[in-house]
């Protein structure tokens, strides 16, 4: 069978970054910190892969809601996400992020420091050694995964090792324009296929509840894994 899957028309695309914009007009508010991070990290070229400015909001949203003190994130790049969620947190706060680049580490640490994030740890290192030699004695409270696609599998289960008891885990990008959902496109695409092992993995796994959100923003349509341990 052919895969489904058709390009998303480019006046779709548009519909969805107009109204990401129009909403954000409203609910989010200017940050130099953020937008110094963009821009840092383009001189630098990293590439455009971070979260879009909503769901980076979404993320600090939920650090308040859950009252988050210990955060971990797999997959910094330039920080972006990272000011983000720690703009969620308390002044005693601790948020844990891991990096393989030490040059992305760099770029982050400085991007960190303009932003006035000063209780975030770039570890860099192959992350599933660093989440290996994480001890589970201080669990943490939220878990935000948006590294190497075809590592989530494992960073996973060492998320669930790593989050206290209804802690929750987001694991971004896992629909993918929904080219995830199609069997024959996602047999030549191993990021599609790691994210289809992980929900198999979920389907089987009485030790969490998850649900996947699908979103359509400035980035285009994907989604992301919210998951919490029960």
Sequence with gaps: MASTI????????????????????FLLRPDEGLEHALEHSAEYRLPDISVAASQGKFLKLMALA????RVLEVGTLGGYSTIWIGQGLPEDGELIT????EVNAKIARDNLARAGIRNARVLVGDANETLASLPTEEPFDLVFIDADKEGYPNYFLEAKRLVRRHGVIIVDNVVRSGRVADENFARGCRKCGAVR?????LKEDKE????TIATTNTKGYDG???????
Excluded at 98 to 101: A, K, P, T, V
């Design 6 to 25: 058709v390009e998303i028309p480019r006046e779709v695309l548009e519909t969805f970054s107009n109204s990401d914009h129009y909403h954000n007009s």
């Design 66 to 69: 859950i009252g988050a003190k």
């Design 98 to 101: 891991l990096e393989i680049s």
């Design 197 to 201: 092992t992980l929900l198999k993995m």
């Design 208 to 211: 969490v509840e998850a649900t």
């Design 224 to 230: 992301f894994l919210y998951a919490i341990k029960l």
